[in-house]
Every structure is written in structure tokens, then in C-alpha cells.
């Protein structure tokens, strides 16, 4: 059994040998293993490191190549999620890469454009790359135009780079309104363009079609000959203007003004201005010039020469003298200038008068105070205009009337200066004494005078009336005043002298008089002869004066030679004829009535006593005539023609007989007008004349059809037209003249609108003509209607092929101009609108048919003053161009801004047809501009240090007070942390709490800084955020108070309370003490006097027991005094409570004080006492606080 256990053991331990030596060699094989496997790994290890350096290099490289890129750079997924983007695309979206990183790219793109469109998805699935042109937001709301190129990439997501085309864009839309508004500009600008060669005999190589509206001729006329342009400009002129222009070759440009022969053979001015165009090379290429017709101005500067010495020297021999006077900044006066008659005036020479002080110190001491009032109305803007008195520089007294007119500076809104003009009107005050005193003889005579004088108001009432008119109206002098004047006026004549009243009132109509009926106070009835005239003061009108002749007896004898004379007369005017009676030899004209005066176009008064020799057209055959009737002694008739009085023709048929005529032997003449007759008789002929003439010479071809459509007749401007003769045309059908193709159309349609009478009468059409030529004709056809012969049709053709190619190019330009982005408004030279784009209408709001007719100042707000408008139109209507901003008023009542371009559209003669604005809206620049300029003005002025940093903490911006707290220059914060004005050991709580607080709407509150040289410094801050539209954070701002001074005023505050509350406490202290030091030997005192008195009570005189009372009464009073004391200082402190109680005045206070001082009194030998008025006087207070 032993043995068996051995050798299992020792086949055991055998066993286990060997696999121990198994396991050493499967060890040592696995560390082989494991080495070459590390060895490998080592390798592979630096291997991958290399790949994955390279592959990191490459992706920083790529990454750099992106985020550096000069394109934004949009990459995101397979639904358009955006995964990265680069620095240029945050930069032109204006959104911070981590909002970029959560937009979809859809979101960059108005919702009204986004489309499947946008990314053409068919082509991208292709892996093709799109390129497209598209509109997108920006973070502050402005719109930006990218060119966008897309693909889509092996791992479905999509990228896309954008470029900004915005400036590209309005570069382009800038380009095409500029060629658009230099088309307009070069069709209407009064200046001629050409190039010339570089060679020495200025050949012109182009020139524009200008030319021929300004000098007359064609451009070929210039092209066709190398001195065509040299020869004609005058000789005065020709050597130096042509040594002017070859100073282009040296200088590069060249002005020069010269006279030029024009077409028409006179010579004008003209501008001339060259520039040297070089090549890429810098040789000269050619010259470029614009010329421009100066005449008028050269005219203008002329005639203003003549007018300023005109002007100067009747300034200088007038009566009066001008003046233009300084205003000072303090409202003093200064004299600038005069000019005429001042030393004749005034007696002083300009510069004595300026050493003396002016008009202010020669004004007479009398008239100072009313000369002050006058010169402060100059300071409200008002015109003054007075009469004053002067003294001369001799002395004695002037009178002047001053014109003065303000100078007004709008912008500052005040005085800068005076102008105006000075009178000598002392002759004129002399000559107002002197009426005063003849006014007083006058009146004196007016009473002994027979004729009747008077005066009224304007309402009709008698202010003055002599003696006569008392007598002839039989009413005192005193009872007429007062009365109306028509209360004496016949009925029948007062409607007749109250217009004349009116008349004179409102018209003045010097020596007219009136005749009418008056009615006295007793009732009697007479004629009187009137005659007023307007009673002024001051130039005011203030009644009627007028004279009066009583006509009675005078008016009784007319009427009775009226009533025999008018048989007579009624039979003399009535007539139908003409009646002039004549006296034979001289032919003067005795008398004629109204059909004469009507005939030959004269008033009664006019051809009485008027010779017919100077009305007749043939004067011997008119003496002729007479002759023959004078021998005759009967009647003789004639027709003769003779002149009115405008020296018109009339035919008459004249029947003449001798009569006798107040005595003497004269001719009656009966003239019956037959100019209407005879003027039909020569129309008629002229007529035929006329017909004919026009036919033949028209320029417009006019033809004849009858109703078979058959040429009758055709004029030679119809052959011109068609290129056919006559013989070719008359007697032919109408269709022959067009091409084969309508001939047999064209025939029947005649014939049928003919017979039906449906012709067109007026067209415009395009006809192709035999010879295939294409032709714009304007036809206008009537018809012909002779009596007793069939209808024609007379058909009048008027080329107008040119026209109407223009109309064409015209309607493109307008065309471009309606669509045109910038405003376009056509005037006339009154500012009186004809034409609106459609530009205009959106911008200002008004439509097109609310502004046609009205002026362009509709448009216009106060800011727009009159003195710049006035320039404008000046500079517009000389021609010139005029470029400005205005700030105009949409229908709305909305202002905006708007840059204008203005300038005058002329004719081939050079008049203005109208004026040209074009304008452009530049509103949101003008308001942008306004802001920066507000935010940067408002931020760069406050005290208080300003930063805005971004949310990485950048610095973006400082103001001016934050660089003088900190210490640092702009360019050593600009960029870097904020954390550079922190303290270093700022605790991290600290500023996670100012961040914090920042973001959910501000935070403030006091804290310590850093300045540049290292110093601590406490400031208050105070911090708001700046969001997004979404909201979200984009920057912080600080406004940061440095609080050093507040702080040490607060810490000296503090030590000075302790000093002062240590104080109270000592005075608490020695208050008690006192009041203890003096108590108690006081009520020793007072207890002593008690005892005192009680022992002498029976021996006590009246004198010793009212001592005793005033040492009782003193002794409390002086304990009262430290309870005073004490009661006080609880009232500094606030702790004193007082007991309200009722006083009687008379028994507690009075009567102490008397009780106190009344054997004072008394040693003094005085009488103390106090009088009661008020038996029961009492008052409610604190006992203990009455002294």
C-alpha cells in the first residue's frame, strides 16, 4: 500500500514536471508571441500617429481653408439643419455661430421666397452643383442679395457657399438707372459732345446730334472737312482758343470760352472744355470735349455791367441814400455801407458818420424814445418804416423817412443786418406847417364865398358846411352838421348821387361833376351843380369835400331847347344809315349820328369837327364827287371806300345832297355800308387763288377720288410721295400706288365706304407703297359735295415715318422711365406738375392723377427754407444742373428724405419745355446716419465709464469716460477680456452672479476694479443685455460709476457720528452730574428758608414774607432751569414725553414773575406791577417746559 502511494506520487510529480516544462516552453513561446505582437503594435501605433497627425493637419488645414474662406460657408444635414459654418457666414448673416448652428437654412430666406426651387433638389440629388441668386435675412431685419452654389455631398448632408452680391447688384441697378437718367440727361442737355484725334489738325472723329439744334449743323458737316470747325471761330478769338486747346496734350485738360460762326451766319459764345483720354499703354488715344452755348450768359454778364453802373449812378444823383447796416451777436448796430445822396443828407461823410456812432447818435434827443420802438420791431422780423428827426452835421434840424427792412438769418433765427432807404422829407414837414396855417385863411374865405362848400364822412353825414350851404338848404349851420346828405337829395336823383358818392369814394374821378334835384328844409325844390373830390389823411380816405353852385334857372332854360331839339334828333340817329353832314370845301364833319360814329369806329366827340379827307381812301376822286354835287345842287350817288379810325377798309354807297346847315351851305352825306359785300365779292376770287396756291405748294400730298375710286386730281407734293408723276397717277385707279398684293382690296373698300359715307376721316397708318416701300402716313379724308356732280373725296397724306420711328424709341425711354426705381417728376418752368412715374406714386403716396396740375412745393415741409428753393429754380431755369437732398411730405403726412437730381428739358431753340426731377429715397440712410450720430453722441457725453462686450466677454467698445477711469487707451482694450479691469483674486460666485443677473434683465451693485497701474478702486455698476430677435444674448453693457470719493465721504460720515454720539454721551453725563451738584444744595437751601419763616411766622413783616416768596419761588425756579436743561437734551435725543396740562397765564406765570422781581422793584425804588386785560387767560401746555 506504501509502495503504491509512492509511486503514484512519483508518476504525479513526474506528471507535473512535465507539465511544468510545457508550461515553460508554451511561456516562453507566448512571450515570443507577445513581443513580436507588441513590436507590432509599436509599429502600427506609429504608424496610425502619423496617419492621424496628417489626417489632423489636414483637417486643421481644411478647417482653417473654411473658416477663413472669402465665402460664408453654410454645411447641414439631409433636412437642411445646419451642422457648421465658418466666421464669413456669421459675419454676413450678423447671427453668432451658436444661433447659426440651430437654424434650419431655410430660416435664412424670406418665407415668401423659400421654395424647392431655392435648392433644386433634382439637380442636387444628381451630385450636381447648383448655382442660384436669392434674397436673405440678416439678424437686424436688412435683406442681402447672395449668389448660392450647392451640392450635395456622399454623406447626404448638403453644403453650400454664398457670396455677397448685394453691392454687385446695386451696382448694377445704380449703372442701369444711370444710363437710364444719362439717356434722358444727353436727349436734353443743352451741351454737345465730341472726340477729336490726337493728331495736330484736330480732326472731329465723332460729334453729337446736339450740334444741329445749337449751331445749325449736321455732324457729317464737322466729319466731312478738317477746318470746318477751326474756320469758323472768330478771328478775334482763333489764335487764342486754339492755342488753348493744344494745351490738352500737356495738361490733360483744357477751358477756354470763344465766339463761333452758327448755320444762321451769326456768331455766339460758346464754352468749350477738353479732357485727354489715354489708352492702356497711358498714350494719348483721343480727345473728349463738351461744348456748351454761353451767349445768353455773355448777354446776361453784359447787361448786368450795364445795369450795376446804371444803377450806381442813379444812386449817386438821387435824392435819397441806401444803407445796409451790421447787426452784432449783442444786438448793437453797426453801419456797413451807403450809397447816393448821404453826405448831401446828412452832411457828415461815411466814415465821420460811423465815428460819431451812427443813426442812433445824430437822431434828435426828442425823437430817441419813438426811434428805440421803431428799432426793436426790426428784432420781431417786422418792416418798419417812420419819420424822424436828425440832427445835421451843421446843427440844425432834419427831417427823414426811413424805409428799413430786416435781414433775417433763418437758421439762427434772428437780426443779422438792416437794409433800406432814407428820405429828406424836412421841405415836405415845412411845407405840412405852412397848410396848417393856410387851412385857417382858407376857412375863413370858404364862409364869405356865394358858392356852397362842404365836407363828408364816408357814411354821408356833413362834417363841415359854409354859410351858403346853411342859406340854399334853409337850415342852420349847427343842424346841418351831423346830417345825411341824402336826407337833401330829391327822391327821384338819390339812387343817381349816391353811386357818384361811391364813385368818388373808391375811384376819385378828379372834375367829374354831377347835376341833380335837391329838397331844402322847407321843402323847396332846386338844381344844383356837384363836384367832390376824396378827403385822405395819412393816405387813408376819410370823406368827400366838394363845392356846389345852385343851377335852378339854368337847368329850366336846357330843358326847354331840349324838348324842341329832340324831334330832330330822334329822326338824325334813328337812321340806318350812316348821316354825316359836311362842310364841302374843307369837308370838315359838322355833325354825324350814331351809325356814323359806329361805321367809321369813333365817338361823337371825336369825328365832330375831323376832316373826311383823312378818312378817305382816295381823296381826289372824293373831291371829285363833291364837285360834281356842289354843281349839280342835287343828289349824287357813288361807291368810295375810306378808312375807320383803326385804319380799316369799309366799302360805301354814298348818296350826297347840298343843304343848309346853321347858316351855311354844307353837304348832307347818306352812307350805307356795303364793306360785307364787297369783301365777299374779293373772297370769292381770292379764294380760287387761294385753293390753287395751297394745292400746288403744299408739302403735304393731297389727292381726289371720285366714287369709283378714280384719281381726279393729285398735287405735285402726292407724286413726291409716292415717286409717280402725274401722268401716271390722274385718271388711274387709287390702288395703283400700293404694292399688287391690297390693289383689289383696297379698290372695293373704297367704293363701299364711299357710297355708305364710312370712310375713316383721320389715320395713322403703315402703307407699303408699289416700290415696296414702307411708309407711316397721317391721312385725313373729307368729302366733296358740289352741287349737281357726284361726291368726291379729297384724301390729304403727311409723312410721318420719322415721327413715328421716334415715338417708338420714345416709348421705350418711357417705358424705362415708368419702370424707373428712382422717383421722375416733369414740370413746367412754373413748378406746376405734368408727369409722375410710378416710382413717385409709391414713395410719396399721392397717385398720379392727385398731383397732375399741382406744384411740386405740395410735396415740400419747412424744412425745405424759400432761400434754397430760390437757388434751385435759379440754377434749374439758367440751364444748369442742380443736385441737393430735400426732405418732402408723403400724402400720409410722413416726412422723408430724398436725393434729387433736377434739370431743365429745352427745345431746338433752346427755350424750356418743362423740368426734369429725378430723385431717390434715402430716408433709412438719412434716419440711420441720425441714430449712430444720437447713440454715439449720448453714449461718448455721459460721465460714467461705457463698455459693451460680446458673451464671449470681448471687449467691442469703450466711450471716452471709461478710458479716463481705467487708465488704458482705446487700442489696449479694444478686443480683450473684460476680466482686465477685474481684481485677480475676484471670486468666481461673484462674477457667475453679475453674468447671471445680467442675462435675466440687469444687474447693479457695488464693486471693486482694477486700473492700469494696478490700483483697486470701488465702482457702482449697472448691467443690461442686448438680445436678438429671437432673444437671444449677442452682447453685455456696463455703465461703471467710480464711487472712490463717494466711499471716503461716506467712511469720514461714520467716524463723525461715533465722535458725535461719544460727545452726547459725555454731555448726558455731565448734565446728570449737574443737575445732582446743583439739586441737592438747593433743596438744602429751600428747606433751611421753609424752616426759617416757620420760625419767625409771627414777627414776619409783609416786605420779609414776600422775600420769603421769592426765595421759595427762585430756588424752584432754578431746579426747574436744570430740569429744562435736562428735558432738552431728551429732546435732541427724541425721548422727552411732555404732560399737557391747563395753565392759568395771570396765577402760574404772572404773578411768579412779579412775586420774583418785586422787591427788586423795590430797592431800586420802582413799582412793579402788570395789568390784567383778560380776567381768565389760560393756555393748554406742558407745565414743566414753561421757564
Known amino acids: 500500500m506504501l509502495t503504491e502511494n509512492i509511486r503514484v506520487r512519483k508518476e504525479t510529480e513526474e506528471t507535473l514536471k512535465n507539465k511544468e516544462n510545457e508550461l515553460e516552453k508554451y511561456q516562453a513561446h507566448l512571450e515570443s508571441l507577445v513581443n513580436e505582437r507588441t513590436k507590432n503594435l509599436e509599429i502600427e501605433i506609429l504608424e496610425r500617429s502619423k496617419v492621424e497627425k496628417a489626417l489632423k493637419e489636414s483637417e486643421e488645414k481644411y478647417k482653417n481653408i473654411l473658416e477663413f474662406a472669402a465665402e460664408a460657408f453654410f454645411q447641414g444635414d439631409s433636412k437642411g439643419n445646419l451642422i457648421i459654418v465658418n466666421s464669413k457666414a456669421v459675419e454676413l448673416t450678423g447671427y453668432a455661430r451658436e444661433e447659426l448652428l440651430s437654424f434650419n437654412l431655410a430660416d435664412l430666406f424670406p418665407k415668401t421666397t423659400f421654395d424647392a426651387e431655392l435648392l433644386r433638389y433634382d439637380l442636387l440629388q444628381e451630385g450636381k452643383a447648383v448655382i442660384t441668386e436669392r434674397e436673405i435675412l440678416t439678424k437686424n431685419g436688412s435683406r442681402l442679395l447672395i449668389e448660392m452654389n450647392s451640392k450635395k455631398m456622399p454623406d447626404g448632408t448638403y453644403q453650400s457657399f454664398f457670396r455677397n452680391i448685394t453691392e454687385r447688384k446695386n451696382a448694377e441697378e445704380i449703372l442701369k438707372r444711370t444710363q437710364e437718367h444719362q439717356t434722358l440727361i444727353l436727349q436734353s442737355l443743352p451741351m454737345v459732345y465730341y472726340t477729336t484725334n490726337v493728331s495736330p489738325d484736330l480732326n472731329t472723329t465723332w460729334i453729337s446730334d446736339q450740334v444741329e439744334k445749337i449751331a445749325g449743323f449736321l455732324p457729317k458737316d464737322f466729319s466731312d472737312s478738317s477746318v470746318f470747325w477751326t474756320e469758323r471761330i472768330h478771328p478775334v478769338d482763333r489764335e487764342a482758343t486754339l492755342n488753348e486747346y493744344k494745351k490738352v496734350f500737356s495738361t490733360g485738360s483744357s477751358l477756354t470760352e470763344y465766339r463761333w460762326k452758327c448755320a444762321d451766319g451769326n456768331y455766339r459764345w460758346f464754352s468749350d472744355r477738353t479732357a485727354l483720354v489715354k489708352n492702356e499703354s497711358g498714350q494719348p488715344h483721343l480727345v473728349v470735349g463738351m461744348w456748351l452755348d454761353i451767349t445768353e450768359k455773355k448777354q446776361a454778364e453784359d447787361r448786368l455791367l450795364k445795369s450795376e453802373e446804371r444803377f450806381r449812378l442813379i444812386s449817386n444823383l438821387t435824392s435819397d441814400y441806401i444803407f445796409s447796416t451790421k447787426i452784432a451777436s449783442d444786438g448793437s448796430a453797426e453801419p456797413d455801407w451807403v450809397m447816393g445822396a448821404f453826405e448831401n443828407i446828412t452832411g457828415y461823410t461815411f466814415d465821420e458818420y460811423k465815428k460819431v456812432g451812427g443813426w442812433r447818435k445824430v437822431v434828435h434827443p426828442d425823437d430817441r424814445e419813438k426811434d428805440e420802438v421803431n428799432f426793436n420791431k426790426l428784432f ?15 446843427g440844425r434840424i432834419i427831417w427823414l423817412r426811413s424805409y428799413a427792412q430786416p435781414i433775417w438769418d433763418n437758421e439762427s433765427n434772428k437780426l443779422v443786418g438792416v437794409y433800406g432807404a432814407v428820405q429828406d422829407i424836412t421841405e415836405r414837414k415845412h411845407a405840412e406847417e405852412y397848410l396848417i396855417e393856410s387851412e385857417t385863411k382858407l376857412r375863413k374865405i370858404a364862409e364869405g364865398t356865394k358858392a356852397i362848400l362842404f365836407s363828408t364822412n364816408k357814411r354821408g353825414q356833413f362834417t363841415y358846411a359854409n354859410k351858403a350851404a346853411s342859406e340854399v338848404l334853409e337850415l342852420e349851420n349847427k343842424k346841418l352838421i351831423g346830417k345825411f346828405y341824402l336826407k337833401f337829395i330829391h327822391p327821384d336823383d338819390r339812387e343817381r348821387v349816391h353811386s357818384y358818392f361811391q364813385q368818388q369814394l373808391n375811384e376819385n374821378e378828379k372834375d367829374r361833376s354831377l347835376d341833380f334835384r335837391y329838397i331844402s328844409a322847407s321843402g323847396r325844390v332846386g338844381w344844383l351843380s356837384f363836384l367832390v373830390n376824396t378827403l385822405s389823411i395819412d393816405g387813408n380816405v376819410t370823406g368827400l369835400t366838394g363845392v356846389a353852385q345852385e343851377i335852378t334857372e339854368r337847368k329850366q332854360t336846357e330843358e326847354a331847347l331840349r324838348k324842341s331839339e329832340t324831334q330832330y334828333r330822334n329822326l338824325f340817329e334813328t337812321a340806318n344809315d350812316a348821316i354825316i353832314i359836311f362842310e364841302p370845301e374843307s369837308e370838315i364833319i359838322l355833325e354825324a349820328n350814331s351809325n356814323a360814329c359806329k361805321i367809321y369806329d369813333f365817338t361823337r366827340d371825336e369825328i365832330i369837327g375831323l376832316s373826311l379827307k383823312k378818312l378817305t381812301v382816295d381823296i381826289e376822286a372824293g373831291e371829285l364827287q363833291i364837285a360834281m354835287t356842289m354843281k349839280n345842287k342835287g343828289k349824287k350817288n357813288f361807291e368810295t371806300r375810306e378808312y375807320t379810325r383803326t385804319g380799316k377798309i369799309i366799302y360805301l354807297l354814298v348818296n350826297t345832297s347840298v343843304i343848309e346847315y346853321e347858316g351855311k351851305t354844307a353837304i348832307l352825306s347818306i352812307n350805307h355800308d356795303i364793306t360785307e359785300r364787297k369783301i365777299a365779292e374779293e373772297k370769292l376770287i381770292a379764294s380760287e387763288l387761294q385753293f390753287r396756291s395751297v394745292w400746288e405748294n403744299s408739302t403735304d400730298g393731297m389727292r381726289i377720288t371720285d366714287g369709283q375710286g378714280i384719281i381726279l386730281m393729285v398735287n405735285n407734293a402726292f407724286c413726291k410721295l409716292v415717286e409717280m408723276q402725274k401722268a401716271e397717277l390722274e385718271g388711274k385707279p387709287l390702288s395703283i400706288i400700293y404694292n399688287e398684293e391690297n390693289r383689289e ?3 372695293e373698300m373704297h367704293k363701299k365706304r364711299l357710297l355708305s359715307k364710312t370712310v375713316q376721316l383721320n389715320f395713322e397708318r403703315e402703307l407699303t407703297l408699289c416700290n415696296n416701300k414702307k411708309y407711316w402716313f397721317d391721312v385725313t ?31 421705350k425711354l418711357s417705358e424705362a422711365v415708368e419702370q424707373s426705381p428712382a422717383s421722375v417728376v416733369m ?50 431755369l439758367a440751364g444748369n444742373l ?112 453679475i453674468v447671471s443677473g445680467t ?90 428758608a421753609s424752616l426759617i419763616r416757620e420760625e419767625l411766622e409771627e414777627v414776619l413783616t409783609p416786605e420779609l414774607i414776600e422775600c420769603f416768596k421769592g426765595i421759595d419761588y427762585a430756588g424752584k425756579r432754578l431746579i426747574r432751569t436744570v430740569d ?40 431800586k425804588g420802582l413799582e412793579f406791577n402788570y395789568i390784567k386785560s383778560i380776567p381768565n387767560a389760560r393756555v393748554y401746555g406742558d407745565h414743566n417746559s414753561l421757564n
Open 999 to 1088: 442675462v435675466v434683465g440687469g444687474w447693479k451693485g457695488e464693486i471693486i476694479n482694477r486700473r492700469k497701474d494696478g490700483s483697486l478702486f470701488p465702482v457702482y455698476l449697472s448691467t443690461s443685455v442686448v438680445k436678438d430677435h429671437n432673444g437671444i444674448p449677442v452682447a453685455l453693457i456696463g455703465v461703471a460709476t467710480d464711487i472712490t470719493d463717494t466711499k471716503k465721504a461716506h467712511e469720514e460720515l461714520v467716524l463723525a457720528k461715533e465722535r458725535a454720539e461719544k460727545a452726547n454721551t459725555l454731555k448726558t453725563e455731565f448734565l446728570a452730574q449737574m443737575s445732582h451738584e446743583i439739586r441737592s444744595p438747593m433743596n438744602v437751601t429751600l428747606s433751611f
Open 882 to 993: 442742380w443736385r441737393g437732398e430735400f426732405l418732402n411730405k408723403k400724402k400720409s403726412g410722413k416726412l422723408y428724405w430724398e436725393d434729387a437730381t433736377i434739370k431743365a428739358v429745352k427745345d431746338k431753340e433752346g427755350k424750356i419745355l418743362s423740368i426734369l426731377f429725378v430723385k431717390e429715397d434715402i430716408t433709412l440712410k438719412k434716419n440711420a446716419e441720425q441714430e449712430i450720430q444720437l447713440l454715439a453722441h449720448s453714449i461718448e457725453s455721459i460721465g460714467e465709464g461705457v463698455s459693451i462686450t460680446d458673451v464671449e466677454d470681448q471687449i467691442l467698445f469703450v466711450n471716452d469716460a471709461f478710458i479716463k477711469i481705467y487708465g488704458y487707451s482705446r487700442d489696449e482694450l479694444i478686443g480683450k477680456d473684460i476680466r482686465v479691469i477685474r481684481q485677480l483674486n475676484e471670486m468666481p460666485d461673484e462674477m457667475n452672479e
Open 1124 to 1163: 429744562l436743561i435736562l428735558n432738552m437734551s431728551e429732546v435732541q435725543l427724541g425721548t422727552y414725553e411732555p404732560t399737557w396740562s391747563e395753565i392759568d397765564l395771570n396765577a402760574d406765570i404772572l404773578e411768579r414773575v412779579r412775586t420774583e422781581y418785586i422787591s427788586l422793584a423795590k430797592r
Open 380 to 394: 420781431t422780423n417786422e418792416v418798419d418804416v417812420s419819420e424822424i428827426r436828425t440832427i445835421h452835421k451843421q
Open 745 to 747: 382690296h383696297i379698290s
Open 781 to 811: 379724308n373729307s368729302y366733296l359735295e358740289i352741287e349737281n356732280q357726284p361726291t368726291m373725296l379729297l384724301s390729304i397724306f403727311r409723312d410721318i415715318t420719322e415721327r413715328k420711328l421716334s415715338e417708338f424709341e420714345l416709348k
Open 827 to 876: 414740370t413746367d418752368v412754373n413748378g406746376i406738375i405734368q408727369y409722375v412715374n410710378k416710382s413717385f406714386s409709391e414713395i410719396s403716396e399721392y397717385s398720379f392723377d392727385e398731383v397732375i396740375g399741382k406744384h411740386s412745393d405740395m410735396f415740400s415741409s419747412d424744412y425745405n427754407l424759400v432761400g434754397k428753393k430760390d437757388q434751385l429754380w435759379e440754377t434749374v
